[in-house]
């Protein structure tokens, strides 16, 4: 690790997730190293890289994004994902259960067409 990184560091400010960073993207550290060294998750420094990685592609638009827009982007990506995963997991369910009672598959797929499921 470089000079500039304290052993025994109480408090991650950006500053020195920063530094942390750069070590890392220019090969100086690699996460499990720096998540040894710091007492830190590799999920933890992970995340903090692509934090960085976002905010330079972002920096290096042509017209770059404001931070409310970022935020609102990535709630919305975030949405549509939740969104998706409850869909699928209701349909698990609804699998297993008709399972469960013995239906043939075949006859689920003509079930729901003729309900208009």
């Not at 690790?1 to 400010?13: A, G, L, P, Q, Y």
């Not at 993207?25 to 890289?49: C, H, N």
């Not at 905010?55 to 975030?78: S, V």
């Amino acid at each position: 690790m470089s000079v500039t990184m304290e052993d025994s560091i109480k408090r991650w400010t950006a500053k020195r997730k920063t530094a942390l960073v750069v070590e890392i993207i220019q090969g100086k550290t690699t996460m499990a190293e720096a998540s040894r060294a710091y007492d830190l998750s590799p999920s933890e420094i992970e995340g903090w890289v692509d934090d960085a990685k976002r905010g330079m592609e972002n920096a290096l638009r042509a017209n770059p994004l404001e931070i409310r827009e970022q935020y609102e982007k990535q709630l919305k990506d975030l949405q549509e994902a939740y969104g998706e995963a409850m869909l699928e997991l209701r349909t698990r369910k609804k699998l297993a259960a008709l399972m469960e009672r013995g239906e043939p598959l075949c006859a689920i797929g003509s079930r729901t067409k003729a309900s208009g499921q």
